[in-house]
């Protein structure tokens, strides 16, 4: 009777396990010291070999020239235990034997001695199925049992068995199979078994099994049983329903595209082609998401590495496409993919949403990157060191370090003499010329006073003996308080002087007339609670910020 590939070929001794090597060691030194525990986990996902293990490990401990790490294999205890008949050797699926009374069956069994070997040892597969109540029924029994048992609990959640079980036992993790190691080995069962397959086959059936070996073996299984002695790629892919990285790559070249309209097009094609073919789109999905995440692994490792599940071959063309992208793009897609993937798990029209998300990815892929639109948005300009934007070099341009540090920042209005709509020079470098409002400039931008400042630039100044008096469009009348400006008037001055501000509402002779405009629709300032919400620091840098900015109206909470 035919036997398949995975248990013919099922490893009999620690020297033909591949990886786990954590595991092989510590059990081979654990037998030659004789420090024999009484409880085991062996937690892992599917098909990494626990179950194999638990029974090398019974053949190590009740071989007849044992226990040894390296059993003999003929004699009637290692024959029996690799045919799954012997009677000490007691594997339980606790899938269907889950419940209490299977527990107390077990716990009476465990009283008895073994019947011929020299350790009764109980395998449990699966054993995270089983009960609460079950476990804390074999709870005292699993720490303290005679001195002739042994149990190995084998499972793919162990995080569901309890701590109190978890506690009396030693717990190995099992890891995913090597991609490489995987290959090797099903490239010598293949010769084994007369078959022809090269590395790219080998390869999709090591990328079916997600690294599972009994997995990966069934699929060599299937394949041999469909495509006979000589295995070729792409029969293996469509019999796998996997995708090549050609029809992925038909992704790639459409978001690569210069015209987007082109790129969307391609993008239906595709998905008709998959259509047509009855091809799984959720399959697809996942599977695209899988490609960009190589791509972006590739890209960052700047060449082969183990963190991608492919042949050489394929990761060198993994590496020339995902040259074309950046590791932002690339990211954006992945993130795009995923989405797309998850939305279609509940999708009534899953070719809508399998479009929409192609396009989707189109446009991203030509979206600014937000350091490039902050550039953009600040025009073309000379940045500060250290400013973190990317922009052009030129003259007036002021980064976004300049915003929103208080009083004591540079004013984003513009100055005398600069065109609207452009932003004023740093104050230090501004010349002051030899009348008194430029003098006053000069002083005010000394004593970091530039919001104070910039309203002097644009209002109108009349010195006499014994005040001044400065005439100020309304949109500068919160900066210009007398108390503020008097002992830096008195200096300027060089005498004692009143300060005096008047608002106006023409334009100031000499100052650009968008400056004096006021913002049409500006609250009135006569009203008390609106001339106390326009002093507070945080309304008056608001409005630095944003000069054309109006406050429509002002609400006092306390009359609700």
């Given at each position: 009777?035919?036997?398949?590939?995975?248990?013919?070929?099922?490893?009999?001794?620690?020297?033909?396990?591949?990886?786990?090597?954590?595991?092989?060691?510590?059990?081979?030194?654990?037998?030659?010291?004789?420090?024999?525990?009484?409880?085991?986990?062996?937690?892992?996902?599917?098909?990494?070999?626990?179950?194999?293990?638990?029974?090398?490990?019974?053949?190590?401990?009740?071989?007849?020239?044992?226990?040894?790490?390296?059993?003999?294999?003929?004699?009637?205890?290692?024959?029996?235990?690799?045919?799954?008949?012997?009677?000490?050797?007691?594997?339980?699926?606790?899938?269907?034997?889950?419940?209490?009374?299977?527990?107390?069956?077990?716990?009476?069994?465990?009283?008895?001695?073994?019947?011929?070997?020299?350790?009764?040892?109980?395998?449990?597969?699966?054993?995270?199925?089983?009960?609460?109540?079950?476990?804390?029924?074999?709870?005292?029994?699993?720490?303290?049992?005679?001195?002739?048992?042994?149990?190995?609990?084998?499972?793919?959640?162990?995080?569901?068995?309890?701590?109190?079980?978890?506690?009396?036992?030693?717990?190995?993790?099992?890891?995913?199979?090597?991609?490489?190691?995987?290959?090797?080995?099903?490239?010598?069962?293949?010769?084994?078994?007369?078959?022809?397959?090269?590395?790219?086959?080998?390869?999709?059936?090591?990328?079916?099994?997600?690294?599972?070996?009994?997995?990966?073996?069934?699929?060599?299984?299937?394949?041999?049983?469909?495509?006979?002695?000589?295995?070729?790629?792409?029969?293996?892919?469509?019999?796998?329903?996997?995708?090549?990285?050609?029809?992925?790559?038909?992704?790639?070249?459409?978001?690569?595209?210069?015209?987007?309209?082109?790129?969307?097009?391609?993008?239906?094609?595709?998905?008709?082609?998959?259509?047509?073919?009855?091809?799984?789109?959720?399959?697809?999905?996942?599977?695209?998401?899988?490609?960009?995440?190589?791509?972006?692994?590739?890209?960052?490792?700047?060449?082969?590495?183990?963190?991608?599940?492919?042949?050489?071959?394929?990761?060198?063309?993994?590496?020339?496409?995902?040259?074309?992208?950046?590791?932002?793009?690339?990211?954006?897609?992945?993130?795009?993919?995923?989405?797309?993937?998850?939305?279609?798990?509940?999708?009534?029209?899953?070719?809508?949403?399998?479009?929409?998300?192609?396009?989707?990815?189109?446009?991203?892929?030509?979206?600014?990157?937000?350091?490039?639109?902050?550039?953009?948005?600040?025009?073309?300009?000379?940045?500060?060191?250290?400013?973190?934007?990317?922009?052009?070099?030129?003259?007036?341009?002021?980064?976004?370090?300049?915003?929103?540090?208080?009083?004591?920042?540079?004013?984003?209005?513009?100055?005398?003499?600069?065109?609207?709509?452009?932003?004023?020079?740093p104050p230090s470098t501004r010349p002051a010329s030899d009348d008194f409002r430029s003098r006053l400039y000069a002083a005010l931008v000394e004593a970091q006073l530039t919001h104070i400042a910039d309203a002097v630039m644009h209002s109108?100044?009349?010195?006499?003996?014994?005040?001044?008096?400065?005439?100020?469009?309304?949109?500068?009348?919160?900066?210009?308080?007398?108390?503020?400006?008097?002992?830096?008037?008195?200096?300027?001055?060089?005498?004692?002087?009143?300060?005096?501000?008047?608002?106006?509402?023409?334009?100031?002779?000499?100052?650009?007339?968008?400056?004096?405009?006021?913002?049409?629709?500006?609250?009135?300032?006569?009203?008390e609670t609106t001339m106390r919400a326009l002093e507070n620091p945080e309304v008056q840098r608001f409005r630095e910020m944003f000069p054309d900015s109006q406050v429509r109206a002002v609400r006092n909470l306390r009359d609700r």
């Amino acid at each position: 009777m035919y036997q398949v590939i995975a248990r013919k070929y099922r490893p009999q001794a620690f020297g033909e396990l591949i990886s786990q090597e954590h595991v092989k060691t510590t059990l081979e030194n654990a037998i030659a010291q004789r420090r024999i525990a009484h409880g085991y986990i062996f937690s892992g996902q599917r098909g990494t070999g626990k179950t194999t293990v638990a029974r090398i490990f019974a053949r190590c401990l009740n071989c007849e020239q044992g226990p040894t790490a390296t059993p003999c294999g003929v004699c009637a205890s290692c024959t029996e235990i690799a045919a799954g008949s012997a009677i000490d050797v007691i594997e339980i699926d606790a899938a269907s034997n889950r419940g209490i009374n299977e527990m107390r069956e077990l716990r009476e069994s465990v009283r008895f001695r073994p019947a011929r070997d020299r350790y009764k040892i109980f395998i449990i597969d699966e054993a995270h199925q089983i009960t609460s109540e079950a476990f804390n029924a074999l709870l005292k029994t699993l720490e303290e049992p005679p001195e002739w048992v042994v149990f190995i609990l084998c499972t793919t959640e162990s995080h569901k068995i309890p701590a109190t079980i978890q506690s009396r036992c030693q717990q190995f993790s099992f890891r995913s199979v090597d991609f490489a190691e995987l290959m090797a080995r099903m490239e010598w069962i293949a010769k084994q078994e007369g078959i022809t397959a090269d590395a790219e086959v080998l390869g999709v059936l090591a990328q079916a099994g997600e690294g599972s070996v009994r997995d990966s073996l069934s699929a060599m299984d299937q394949a041999i049983a469909c495509c006979g002695n000589v295995l070729r790629a792409g029969e293996v892919r469509e019999l796998l329903g996997m995708f090549s990285l050609d029809s992925l790559d038909q992704v790639a070249k459409a978001l690569t595209a210069a015209d987007s309209g082109e790129a969307v097009r391609k993008m239906f094609d595709i998905v008709a082609e998959l259509e047509a073919n009855g091809r799984s789109l959720q399959h697809f999905a996942r599977e695209l998401a899988r490609y960009f995440r190589n791509l972006l692994v590739v890209r960052i490792a700047k060449g082969q590495t183990k963190l991608v599940a492919a042949s050489a071959p394929e990761q060198r063309k993994l590496a020339e496409v995902a040259s074309a992208f950046s590791e932002e793009d690339l990211t954006r897609y992945l993130q795009l993919s995923l989405d797309l993937f998850r939305d279609l798990q509940n999708s009534l029209q899953p070719r809508f949403h399998l479009e929409m998300g192609l396009v989707r990815m189109v446009h991203a892929g030509r979206l600014q990157s937000i350091e490039q639109a902050l550039a953009d948005a600040s025009g073309p300009g000379e940045r500060g060191q250290g400013s973190g934007v990317r922009g052009h070099v030129g003259t007036g341009a002021r980064g976004p370090e300049t915003r929103g540090r208080g009083p004591g920042a540079n004013s984003l209005m513009p100055g005398p003499g600069v065109e609207p709509g452009a932003a004023s020079s740093p104050p230090s470098t501004r010349p002051a010329s030899d009348d008194f409002r430029s003098r006053l400039y000069a002083a005010l931008v000394e004593a970091q006073l530039t919001h104070i400042a910039d309203a002097v630039m644009h209002s109108s100044v009349e010195e006499s003996a014994a005040e001044i008096v400065i005439a100020a469009p309304r949109m500068y009348q919160m900066f210009l308080k007398p108390k503020d400006l008097d002992a830096i008037a008195k200096q300027v001055a060089g005498r004692p002087v009143r300060i005096i501000v008047k608002v106006i509402e023409a334009p100031v002779e000499g100052v650009p007339a968008a400056a004096n405009q006021s913002p049409p629709q500006a609250a009135p300032a006569e009203d008390e609670t609106t001339m106390r919400a326009l002093e507070n620091p945080e309304v008056q840098r608001f409005r630095e910020m944003f000069p054309d900015s109006q406050v429509r109206a002002v609400r006092n909470l306390r009359d609700r």
